[in-house]
């Protein structure tokens, strides 16, 4: 691959990056190691946030300094990795920013020999560490010293016109890492911009590729493509490439179904939406909203009795289904299983619907409020009322007479083992 001897220079004046909008503790980086004779640069996506004036969920930098001369110039970080070492720089409140020394390669580099753990052969110069990057846009530099831009791949011009593209030969890429591809996805979505025609054309040739990845990493990148307010397009874009049918075989069956569909892409709409909400979503939630369309495909509720044993057994079958479909990816035990029951729970609303009330002992259930909040999103899509149901309040369950039983029971728990309360009964002669 032909490099450029020298990179564009883009001077402070002609760019919009300031030095206000970057992290304060990443600047104190930067200057720590420009003044110590380090080139620093702030790099890859925050870099290009910075540029479409948005704001960056992390700041990443990189520097010709060693891991070791990083980890000496900060006492307050750690050096991470086995085959690519770099530094986390950790400030107060668990936050810590990322150091990385200039790289030749990629670490996903399939193709790339294994180095020696540690090894300085790994380093290289900024330029080099640019080509080894996935797209042009992410290979944009910011440099402490004078404030300006340096674009070794043509990513401001992309920039400027709006398309994602592979640096260097797309098909070269794909090869060495296939889960580029997700990435190419993501930031075509994140941004609005259009894929670059030989890089789309490559991505459809190698998309199959993405079977012999390693499933953390693909199931990573994925719950990535969920999280980040970007799901519709995304997956939507996953849907014409026939990358989504790759991660999930399963799914290609009842995505032929237009109303499915539409219902499917619907759903991701609501799942955008949990982004902008206050209240903070856990993995399980993200999965179990994306798969929810599909659940009365493979898990037909009317096959099933009403009552707590056809409820038993229809939470059976949600397993059973679940386990093909996540398992490859790595997902935990516990992702599955409380995915599982969020999505077995819907049946539950769908049964009481009718009459409007709920039961006491399901409503007491700890994950009642995220399976309702489940129930409701779905109920938008659908555009169906989405609290048909009342509950008694906990102090209007039971009566008096109840409650005055219920304590007793709670003393009587409390007291047993404890002989000093119990006193004798009357007429004993002990007493």
């Not at 300031?18 to 110590?36: E, F, G, N, Q, V």
């Not at 770099?86 to 990629?106: C, D, M, N, Q, W």
């Not at 609005?192 to 789309?200: L, M």
């Not at 009795?305 to 038993?312: E, I, L, S």
Request: net charge positive; glycine share 6%; aromatic share 12%.
């Amino acid at each position: 691959m032909d490099q450029p001897v020298l990179p564009r220079i883009l001077p402070r004046p002609e760019h919009p990056i300031s030095r206000k909008d970057i992290d304060p503790d990443a600047l104190k980086i930067l200057y720590r190691l420009y003044h110590h004779g380090f080139t620093a640069y702030l790099v890859g996506g925050c870099v290009r946030d910075l540029f479409l004036g948005k704001t960056p969920k992390d700041f990443d930098l990189a520097t010709d300094a060693h891991p070791r001369q990083i980890r000496d110039l900060f006492r307050n970080s750690r050096l991470i990795g086995r085959r690519f070492r770099l530094a986390h720089v950790y400030f107060p409140g668990g936050k810590y920013i990322e150091v990385s020394t200039f790289r030749r390669r990629s670490e996903f580099d399939a193709e790339a020999p294994e180095p020696p753990p540690h090894s300085e052969n790994t380093f290289g110069t900024p330029g080099e560490d640019a080509f080894r990057r996935d797209i042009t846009i992410n290979g944009i530099f910011y440099n402490i010293a004078d404030f300006s831009l340096v674009d070794y791949v043509g990513g401001l011009e992309d920039l400027r016109r709006g398309i994602i593209r592979c640096i260097g030969d797309p098909d070269e890429k794909f090869l060495q890492d296939p889960v580029r591809m997700i990435r190419v996805i993501r930031h075509a979505a994140r941004t609005g911009f259009s894929v670059e025609e030989n890089t789309y054309r490559s991505l459809l040739t190698h998309v199959e590729r993405l079977r012999l990845c390693s499933p953390a990493r693909v199931r990573d990148e994925f719950l990535r493509e969920l999280r980040e307010g970007t799901a519709r397009e995304s997956i939507q874009s996953m849907l014409e490439t026939g990358m989504l049918f790759v991660l999930f075989p399963s799914l290609a069956g009842p995505l032929q179904d237009g109303k499915r569909r539409e219902y499917f892409l619907g759903s991701l709409e609501a799942l955008d939406r949990l982004r902008l909400s206050e209240d903070p979503v856990s993995d399980d939630f993200y999965l179990a909203l994306f798969l929810l369309p599909f659940l009365e495909f493979f898990c037909p509720p009317e096959e099933f009795p009403g009552g707590r044993k056809g409820q038993a057994d229809f939470q059976l079958k949600v397993r059973e289904w679940l386990i093909p479909t996540l398992g490859p990816f790595l997902f935990t035990r516990y992702s599955r299983e409380a995915a599982a029951q969020l999505l077995a729970n819907q049946r539950i609303f769908r049964e009481f619907a009718p009459a409007g009330k709920l039961p006491w002992h399901w409503v007491r259930k700890p994950d009642f409020s995220r399976a309702l909040r489940l129930f409701q999103l779905e109920a938008g899509v659908r555009g169906e009322e989405s609290s048909p149901f009342s509950w008694p309040a906990a102090d209007e369950k039971f009566s008096p007479r109840k409650r005055k039983r219920r304590f007793r029971k709670k003393r009587k728990r409390e007291n047993r083992g404890n002989p000093a309360v119990v006193e004798s009964p009357p007429g004993d002669p002990d007493s």
